[in-house]
Every structure is written in structure tokens, then in C-alpha cells.
């Protein structure tokens, strides 16, 4: 018996099938991949961070997006939709659609039992390859944690932790900050964590 290979989709197939859709999918290395659908918390953080960063970047040179916008790691040749990022001066895309941005300077990802992993080991390695990109933000959803990695002038990451909801992570690529009262505004935590 023998075991059907999935064809191989070139970058140009997957955008004009991404752009035909509704529906999310990342790619890599000829790989197309569904995206999941989110709880009611993971959206709920999701836009209290937008909501946040949004008001204190009215009037900077910076923009906060929302996962509707795709992001491309030009070096390793990822696509994915992050939870939320920002972008500052002009941002950078693709192609003509501009729907694909290249140079992020914030990105965040709402952390969930199915991606946790995967946004902590290989999509943070795909991320760290971005130039542009000066920190990268995992934000719980089932308690009040937020782990923030700043890239050093030297290339190394240091990590910055928030866990109590009177903490606040200051985001010094930005001039902003995020307090943690305010990221989990509406969102309830069951009382087993």
C-alpha cells in the first residue's frame, strides 16, 4: 500500500487560495495548514490588547493590527496570521494586495493549550528571524500572565514576566505599556488555576 504525498503549494498558490477564502490557513515549506477557531477568552484578550494599544498609539508613528492581517517571515518563509501586532512608519508588505506584512515590530500571540507550544518553540524561532521585530508578547488566557521577550542590541532575548493584575509590562519599542487589569478585563479564570 502505498502513501499518498499532499502536493506541494508554491507561495503564489497559497495566497491566491488565502485570498479566495474566509477562512485562515498558514503556510510553510509547501504545507498549507488550517487555523482553529478561538474560545470566548482568547478573542476577549485578544481585542482588550488591540483596544489597549490602539488608544496609546493614537498620533504615533504605530498601528496596532488584529489576526486579520497576515504576516510573512521573508527568511524562513512562514505566513501566519498573529493574534495581534503592531507595525511602525511604513509598513512593509508583499506584494500589490498589501493584505501580507514583512515588518512587524510587535507581535503577540494569545496562548492556547492546542498552540501554546507551538508559539513558544518553532513559531518564535520563525519570528526571531524578523529584523524588524523588537519584542514578541504570549499572553495567557486562563490566568492573568504575560510573557514579554525584548530583542538586546546583541540579538538575545530578554524575558520580562507579568502574573498579577495589578503588574502592567511596559513595551519600551512603542512608548506603551499593557496593564494587566485591562488585558483581562471580562475575561473570567474557573477557580481550579
Same mark, same amino acid.
Given at each position: 500500500?502505498?502513501?499518498?504525498?499532499?502536493?506541494?503549494?508554491?507561495?503564489?498558490?497559497?495566497?491566491?487560495?488565502?485570498?479566495?477564502?474566509?477562512?485562515?490557513?498558514?503556510?510553510?515549506?509547501?504545507?498549507?495548514?488550517?487555523?482553529? =477557531?478561538?474560545? $470566548? %477568552? !482568547?478573542?476577549?484578550?485578544?481585542?482588550?490588547?488591540?483596544?489597549? +494599544?490602539?488608544?496609546?498609539?493614537?498620533?504615533?508613528?504605530?498601528?496596532?493590527?488584529?489576526?486579520?492581517?497576515?504576516?510573512?517571515?521573508?527568511?524562513?518563509?512562514?505566513?501566519?496570521?498573529?493574534?495581534?501586532?503592531?507595525?511602525?512608519?511604513?509598513?512593509?508588505?508583499?506584494?500589490?494586495?498589501?493584505?501580507?506584512?514583512?515588518?512587524?515590530?510587535?507581535?503577540?500571540?494569545?496562548?492556547?493549550?492546542?498552540?501554546?507550544?507551538?508559539?513558544? =518553540?518553532?513559531? $518564535? %524561532? !520563525?519570528?526571531?528571524?524578523?529584523?524588524?521585530?523588537?519584542?514578541? +508578547?504570549?499572553?495567557?488566557?486562563?490566568?492573568?500572565?504575560?510573557?514579554?521577550?525584548?530583542?538586546?542590541?546583541?540579538?538575545?532575548?530578554?524575558?520580562?514576566?507579568?502574573?498579577?493584575?495589578?503588574?502592567?509590562?511596559?513595551?519600551?519599542?512603542?512608548?506603551?505599556?499593557?496593564?494587566?487589569?485591562?488585558?483581562?478585563?471580562?475575561?473570567?479564570?474557573?477557580?481550579?488555576?
Amino acid at each position: 500500500m502505498s502513501v499518498q504525498s499532499k502536493p506541494y503549494v508554491t507561495p503564489k498558490e497559497y495566497l491566491e487560495r488565502e485570498r479566495a477564502t474566509e477562512e485562515k490557513h498558514e503556510y510553510f515549506q509547501g504545507e498549507v495548514f488550517a487555523m482553529v =477557531g478561538a474560545s $470566548f %477568552a !482568547h478573542v476577549t484578550v485578544a481585542s482588550n490588547v488591540v483596544i489597549s +494599544l490602539g488608544s496609546q498609539l493614537r498620533g504615533k508613528p504605530c498601528q496596532v493590527f488584529s489576526a486579520d492581517l497576515r504576516v510573512n517571515v521573508s527568511r524562513t518563509g512562514l505566513y501566519t496570521y498573529p493574534d495581534v501586532g503592531v507595525v511602525c512608519g511604513e509598513p512593509e508588505f508583499g506584494d500589490e494586495h498589501r493584505d501580507t506584512l514583512l515588518n512587524p515590530k510587535i507581535l503577540i500571540e494569545v496562548l492556547s493549550s492546542s498552540t501554546e507550544a507551538y508559539d513558544r =518553540g518553532k513559531k $518564535f %524561532a !520563525h519570528y526571531r528571524t524578523i529584523e524588524s521585530l523588537a519584542e514578541y +508578547l504570549l499572553v495567557a488566557q486562563d490566568q492573568p500572565r504575560i510573557e514579554q521577550f525584548i530583542r538586546q542590541a546583541s540579538g538575545d532575548w530578554l524575558l520580562h514576566e507579568a502574573s498579577s493584575l495589578d503588574e502592567r509590562i511596559r513595551l519600551p519599542s512603542i512608548e506603551c505599556e499593557l496593564k494587566l487589569v485591562e488585558v483581562y478585563q471580562r475575561v473570567e479564570f474557573s477557580e481550579a488555576e
